[in-house]
């Protein structure tokens, strides 16, 4: 079992950057595949990035690709976001997420991921 909380969030001004943390406790956190997903006002949830366990593939979606970066620090049992040049239109609360499954196809799907952090506010201001 794992329990995951997310820091890092807060309020930045269009095209500064924030690094977000999400902190695991309960098992070793290099064994599972790690997902990061946003919910802004009025929205659904949706997939922002994620990385496999078993090679470290990341994936991302569209409208982030070249700005966000996911990383994680098995070390220190921690997973980032990096976030670079921010949009207003990224305001949201991120979600940290992960899984023991065996990552497949559906790692944009919420439904892939078995353990949720409670989030963390991004605002970004134009």
């Known amino acids: 079992q794992v329990q995951l909380v997310e820091s890092g969030g807060g309020l930045v001004q269009a095209g500064g950057s924030l690094r977000l943390s999400c902190a695991a406790s309960g098992r070793t956190f290099s064994s599972y595949s790690m997902g990061w997903f946003r919910q802004a006002p009025g929205k659904e949830r949706e997939f922002v990035a994620a990385?496999?366990?078993?090679?470290?593939?990341?994936y991302y979606t569209d409208s982030v690709k070249g700005r966000f970066t996911i990383s994680r620090d098995n070390a220190k049992n921690t997973g980032y976001l990096q976030m670079n040049s921010l949009k207003p239109e990224d305001t949201a609360v991120y979600y940290c997420?992960?899984?023991?499954?065996?990552?497949?196809?559906?790692?944009?799907?919420?439904?892939?991921?078995?353990?949720w952090g409670q989030g963390t506010q991004v605002t970004v201001s134009s």
């Open positions: 990385m496999s366990w078993g090679v470290g593939t990341t």
């Open positions: 997420a992960a899984t023991k499954k065996s990552f497949s196809p559906s790692y944009s799907s919420r439904t892939f991921y078995d353990y």
